[in-house]
């Protein structure tokens, strides 16, 4: 069995604090009918599904909060979701709790918070239209409704900085980066390392490509490589639904990390799992070295809609940015865990647009030091951009092609620092990946940027694109 360092608590989304560490001695009111009234707030209601049905609650109050056994309901007595035992809501603190498995959300209904009994309200609102695609309290806690984006376990998405999409940061051209009819549907994630860029394929594939004449990419025909390897899980065995690829500090030679959602063989169950591919063989089937597999930590999603996206951020910046772990409330501190990889792998879920962080150790414990909300109803590629110091969050033509960049602000915790519209030049495909080219590409303050389009829209996977260094 994987040892897990963090303790779950059932179905409960994510955990953000915005206002500071909560320090040591700080009260928690208890019993749950001392509460100031007022202080847990309703903050945040997504019915669309696409998080599945959730609700979020805010403490605006100046203490921690033991919300233990309160209840949520919709707009029918009989629908009842109890928070869990050993449940606190620290001062300035988001938590966002997923009641599908309970009651459903309509576009005509009410979510309404009790105390234990069951029958003192706390906080209740009502809406006429399914959220679109959240009804966010603007500003937190104290303000009306209004339709915003999706920031469960995050300060809501008002309208301030970094909210409002605005013009993609380069060219709008784009361009095939691929001869035509190479690699047909479902290439997925993208990572470019220097003069190869590693593909996932969703039918168990990873593809090794190497520059060609026109500057775009084609298949290494060396060492196996021309029709992509085949991946297993540990042992040869199944059939892993890559979706997306990266690798860390070390480069390939350290090896090349898969994010999958499930097994081929069984695609009907949910396996969210990071593996490890060693790459230097001459074979066509890889098998993994190590699995991480990181679905019993994560709230449920379906078969086909869990990780889409993987990158690596070292704890350098991590460090220097004073990042806090969700798994201790305090600044990230590389040297609590054992030997891993020298930083923390982010992954992107498509059915809840929700981003969490990993330290993955070599032992196989696994650690979720983070877990906050992309912005947009799902999270199709990752990509850390070193030179820049941020995050990048890319969802397809669900969400027309949005790109969004987030760093780690004040308060420890990743941002969105801003919402870009996919290049004017770019038709909505269905981009599962991205990349970008190092900062040794800037050429006339440009540098050249990928997608991978999981449709093979005209016979192509790859595009080409600019954006400024």
Known sequence: MTAIRTRRRPRIFTLALVTGSVLAGTAVVSPAHAVP?????????????????????????????????????????????????GTELAAGAFRAFDVHDDFGLGADDTARLYLPDGKTLVDSFSWRKHSAPSWSRCPDGTGAFKAAEVTLGAANGCGGSGSTPTAWPGGGAVQNADAADVFGEDLSGLHQDGDVMWAAQNSGKLWRLIRDA????????????????????????????????????????????????????????????VLKYGVSGTGSTLTAAKEWN??????SVGSNLGFEGITWVPDAYLTGAAFKDASTGAAY???????????????????TGMIHGYVLEDSGAFTR???????????????????AARLWAVCDDTCKGQHRTLQVTPNGTFTTTAVYNRPAG???????GFTLAGADECTAGSKPVYWSDDSN???????KGGITC
Request: charged share 20%.
């Open 369 to 387: 030091v983070a877990s906050f909300s992309s912005g947009m109803s799902g999270v199709m590629e990752l990509q850390w951009e070193p030179r």
């Open 37 to 85: 009234a007022g202080d847990v707030r309703i903050n945040e209601v997504v019915t669309t599904g696409s998080v599945e049905d959730s609700v979020e609650l805010y403490n605006k109050g100046p203490a921690t909060i033991d919300i233990s056994g309160w209840v949520l309901k919709d707009d029918k007595d009989g629908s009842k979701y109890t928070i869990a035992a």
């Open 214 to 273: 026109s500057g775009g990419w084609t298949p290494d025909t060396g060492r196996g490589w021309a029709s992509g390897k085949t991946l297993r899980f540990p042992g040869g065995s199944g059939r892993p639904d890559s979706e997306g690829v990266t690798v860390t500090g070390g480069g390939a030679a350290a090896g090349v990390f898969v994010a999958s959602e499930r097994n081929g063989d069984a695609s009907g169950t949910s396996r969210l799992s």
């Open 457 to 463: 829209d005209d016979g192509h996977a790859l595009r």
């Open 294 to 299: 990181l679905t019993s930590d994560l709230p």
């Open 333 to 351: 501190a590389p040297a609590r865990y054992g030997a891993h990889s020298g930083g923390v792998f982010f992954t992107g879920v498509e059915g």
């Open 426 to 432: 770019m038709p909505n495909y269905n981009n599962e």
